[in-house]
């Protein structure tokens, strides 16, 4: 074999080598999304799907759904299945453009990251959240205990220095010294009719 068909057959080789492996060094990538990229939607889906042309694993944040004023969408838990990836969304937010970003890693362990930019063009309010009160009322009766009504104090009476009582009546040495003066009215009245009658 001549030095040429060496070198020929060497080159041909090196090539047939870098072909077969450029696939197995190249990194996964996004064919398409639902939203589409460019999408106009009037009403927000309820489910993000990326398909991938070879099967990938989730990364550290899989999905996030981000809009105009900070305006971010609940995203549920994904799901990994082949080349395909799936997560539910619950929209809210105002009309304007919309970014489903993605972190996924290749069969070769790298992360590959990404995003697909759609337009909704009416504002979708939050869902309503019902909030429960429950209001417990506590009733507490008090009883007041017996009211006992005290006696009025009772002054006792002293009796009188002449022996008698103060019932609001006369004293009794009144009544003895007014007999005295009427039985000494009557003696003088007596001896005086005595006198007249021997004169």
Avoid: C
Avoid at 10 to 30: I, K, N, Q, Y
Avoid at 71 to 78: D, K, L, Y
Avoid at 172 to 195: P, S
């Amino acid at each position: 074999m001549t030095l040429r068909r060496l070198v020929a057959v060497f080159l041909l080789s090196g090539l047939a080598v870098v072909a077969t492996a450029t696939p197995a060094v190249a990194h996964a990538e996004l064919i398409g999304s639902d939203p589409a990229q460019g999408a106009a939607l009037a009403t927000p889906p309820q489910q993000v799907r990326l398909t991938f042309n070879e099967p990938v694993t989730l990364g550290a944040t899989p999905v996030a759904v981000t809009g105009p004023g900070g305006a971010a969408w609940t995203v549920g838990a994904p799901v990994a299945d082949g080349a395909v990836v799936t997560a539910p969304v619950r929209a809210s937010g105002p009309a304007g453009t919309y970014s489903v970003i993605y972190e996924m890693v290749s069969k070769d362990g790298d992360t590959v990251r990404g995003a697909v930019t759609f337009t909704l063009t009416a504002a979708v309010a939050p869902p309503p959240t019902t909030t429960t009160t429950t209001t417990t009322t506590t009733t507490t009766t008090t009883t007041a205990p017996p009211t006992i009504e005290a006696a009025p104090p009772t002054t006792p009476v002293a009796p009188a220095a002449d022996g008698s009582t103060d019932d609001g009546g006369m004293p009794g040495w009144v009544w003895v010294l007014g007999a005295v003066v009427v039985l000494a009215v009557g003696a003088v009245v007596v001896l005086r009719l005595v006198r007249n009658k021997k004169a």
